[in-house]
């Protein structure tokens, strides 16, 4: 056994996460077993570029009564629906045991529409019109900040049925709240705890402050790996890449990484459009790695509003960010679930993050259907 060389490739490991201080369990062996568990039905790719009973298409009534304007490009409302009140409740009763705890919480949830036609993704859209999305990003992040009592805003969209999409017309959400969420604040204390580390390498970039920034030090140590073998892509300031810790199997992890950024805020103009560029290679690629619209998650995370975080909390170590979690395991009909072990140890992949990265950068930049 001592004479065997690791592979990790093939040997089975753990991965450690320092973003989340946790850890994933790799069995790049697995991969080979064959599959007999859920299989999903086709994702349906013929799509009308207007549907009358889309409530997001422009003109269309949308399910609070409310009608949509003949809008050109982004469009954005809050929803009709937010899962947050606008304004403060009352502060919730005591309870008989501390460990029963309740916290009021408000802020606003907004919808903003990607496009006006109902039959195109991120993937699908020209780089002005993926510009015009990242614009209103930053003009909605910048607006809500603004808003007493907001110290977070979270930008998320969810893509495809399997995701719990409920309208194929591409949009995201962006909710803000007046605390700050479970898992960006758990990103904050990880990346508070490394700043004041002694482990950084001295030309990597750093906060204004000068303390180190563990996303700094990560995305240039991939940046500058020769051959970057988690590397998807990168433009003149953004990387795309699987990260080391990757849970599912094609996720991608978005980093500026020529400077510390804590916020979409604070891009340039040349920035902005290569996070407008980054998109667009990393979803045409999800698209022709099977053939379909490839579904998934992604969240930007950044900096909290500094005038109203708690007091603990650095809102300068802040790493602007972007998570994409795509469930597609084996093929655009077979995806990966977190149950079982994943839910009650800790989770669990079969590709490397080296494999899943490898694949995707094989795949052309140039969407398998015809462009827009």
Sequence with gaps: MDDLVFDPSS?????????IDEYVLV???????????QTEPPQQ?????????????????????????????TFVFE??????????IPTAPSVDHPLLRAEPIHGSCDVVVFHPRHDVTLARMSLDGLLNVVEEWKRVYEYRSSKPGIKYVQIFENKGSMMGCSNPHPHSQVWSLSEIPSIAEKELRALTKYSL?????????????????????????????????RVVAKTNHWIALVPWWAVWPFEVLLLPYRRHICSISELTPEETACFAQILSEVTVRYDNLFSCSFAYSMGI???????????????SIAHLHVHLLPPLLRSASVRKFLVGFELMAEPQRDLTPEQGAARLRECSSTHYLSSI
């Design 11 to 19: 040997h089975t490991h753990r991965r450690y996460n320092p973003l």
């Design 27 to 37: 069995s790049p062996h697995r991969n080979k077993r064959p599959w007999l568990g």
């Design 45 to 73: 790719v013929v799509l009308p570029e207007f549907d009358p009973a889309c409530y997001l298409c422009p003109g269309n009534k949308r399910a609070g009564g409310q009608s949509n304007p003949r809008y050109t490009k």
């Design 79 to 88: 929803n009709d629906f937010s899962a947050l009140p606008s304004s403060p």
């Design 197 to 229: 580390s002694e482990i950084a390498h001295s030309d990597s970039p750093r906060p204004p402050n000068g303390n180190p920034c563990l996303l700094c030090e990560y995305a240039h140590f991939e940046a500058n790996t020769e051959n970057g073998p």
């Design 301 to 315: 995370h950044q900096s909290p509003i500094s005038s109203k975080a708690s007091g603990d909390i650095d809102t």
